[in-house]
Structures are given as C-alpha cells and as structure tokens.
DNA sequence: CCTAGGTGGATGTATATACATCTATCGTGG
DNA sequence: CCACGATAGATGTATATACATCCACCTAGG
C-alpha cells in the first residue's frame, strides 16, 4: 500500500509539474502556499500537522519561499514559535497560478470523473487520518 | 490531488518505517528489493518504469542497495544497459524483513477492511496507468 | 525568583527524487 | 566500415523529507 501511494504520488506530481513549470512554482510550494492562505497565520508546527509533514521538514522549504518572498513569518508571544503566513507577493502568485492548478485538476477529473474525484479525495484522506495522529483535513 | 496523495504517501511512509526500523531497510529499498524479486533481471530503465520513477533516480538508491550487496548487476550485451537482480544476500534480507512488512500491513488492513484496502489498491494503480504514460503493474 | 522538565524550531546527516546534460554505446543508412 | 541520430545510464544540481540532536524559551513546582 505504501508502495502504490508512492508510485501514484510519483506519477501526479510529475504530471502536475509538468504544468506548473512555467509558473516556477513546485507542487510542494504551491500545496504550502494553498495551506497557508486556508489557514491564515499559523505556527510552522500546526502547518507541518496540517500537511501530514515533520515540522522540521518545512524549515528548508519554508526558507526558499521567504527566500523568494511569498512566505513572510513573525515571532508570536511565545518566542520560540514562528508564525507563517502568505506574503502579498505570495497571495499574488498563488493567484497567478491557480488558473494553471485548476486546469491540470480538470484534465485529471475529466479522465476520472467526477464521483471518482470525490471518491479519491475521500479516500485517501480517511488513510492519512487512519495512520497518522494528528490531523486537520487540507 | 497531487498534494493529497503526497500527504497520505508521507503519512503511510512514517507508519510503514516505523515498524520497518529495526530490519535496517527505507521502506522505499524493500519495494525495488520485492519489485525486483518478482521482475527477476530487469534493465535499470524497465526497473524505473515498473515503479513509476524517472530511471536516472534509481542510480543513486541502487547505489546504496549495491554497497550493501542486497543488489548485483551486470552488463548484457547491450553494454549501456545495466541488468538488475537481487543478490543472494538481497533474497535473505527480503525474506527477513517480509513478516515485519506483513504485520504493518495487516495492521492497516484490519483499519481499512479487506475491500477497503483492495479497492484501494486497484484506484491508486488506476490513477498511475492514467497518468504515467508507461507501465507494468507494481 | 529559580530550577527542572517540556516544547518549537534549527541544524546535521541521510535518503528520495527529478531534470538537464554528458558520455558511451547502439543501430542504421551510405 | 563510418558518420549520425537515438538510447541507457552517470553526474551535477536542486528540492523534498525524515530523524536525532541541539538551543532557546516556556511553564510549573518549590
């Protein structure tokens, strides 16, 4: 199972990319950008929960998206914590290429359908929430 | 879609690794050692086209299975061609670790039931056959 | 106030993964 | 046989990701 969702996660985020190419923008950074304009401000632990990710992961991406200015962070009260959110630049990019991300999810519905989409999403969610502890839908 | 699935990819990864810890192999190992205990001897290509992956990947992490000597290859007669097949060592390893990967499986299966998880399987394949263009079922 | 244990992230290290590019080799038309 | 375009991997570079460990800071008990 493991394995299939690897293999599947493989073939989609290369399908994906292949669109988003032109944006320069990664599937990943483009699934955080998403996340943080749902979210609002949100600490990088409670983003890592959000994603199913080790909050320690999101350190080295994180800093490539302030880097390129799209993910701007303070200190809250609580110093140790960082608090994210999505910078203006990163608002206008994340509309920029959401016509493109809508585009690829409408190939890929059109091929599956639209009970099948529905039903994948659903699906795959109730694993992660299964197998991982912490949750918060995406 | 893309990011779910990565999501579910991560959370099933963490939960599979935990439990394959003490056998010493990434549960990304144990997929090229059982894929290619089923293929037999397979070229680098054919290898990367079973599991989905861009075959030039593979270098690296056949690299690491070769150091461990779980892994031998050889040149056919096509000499650009590397053929992959399990060592001796690999087979034993394989089939050490195969109990440990049995239970996480059984574990998920009771959560998921006996349908759930082949029903899973069958739309996670689907998904991979729609958009990778090459195939050969995991 | 002060200390002890806990928590949020940063950092070191290892693996996973892709793509562009390079090299060796292959097969084919001349 | 030979030059040329095609193919299999190797290599350089960048990102994604996890875990162990470390440091700073928090919180509660004395």
Redesign the pocket.
């Known amino acids: 199972m493991c394995a299939s969702f ?2 599947t ?3 989609l ?2 399908f994906y ?2 669109a988003l ?1 032109p944006t320069g923008l ?4 483009l ?2 950008l998403q996340a943080l304009s749902r979210a609002g401000e ?7 929960g959000i ?15 302030r880097r390129r200015g799209w993910v701007a ?1 303070r200190r ?9 959110r999505l910078s203006r630049g990163g608002a206008a990019k994340l509309k920029r290429t959401t016509p493109v991300w809508d585009g690829v999810q409408a190939r890929l519905s059109a091929k599956l359908g639209e009970r099948g989409w529905k039903n994948l999403l659903r699906l795959t969610n109730q694993v992660t929430d299964l197998v991982a502890d912490k949750g918060g839908a995406l």
């Not at 809250?76 to 994210?84: I, M, Q, T």
């Open positions: 690897r293999r996660a493989r073939a985020t290369s990319e292949e190419r990664r599937a990943t950074q699934t955080i949100v600490s990088q632990g409670r983003l890592g994603l199913a990710m080790d909050s320690t992961s999101l350190t080295r991406t994180l800093a490539i998206l962070e809250g009260k609580d110093l140790r914590e960082r608090l994210l």
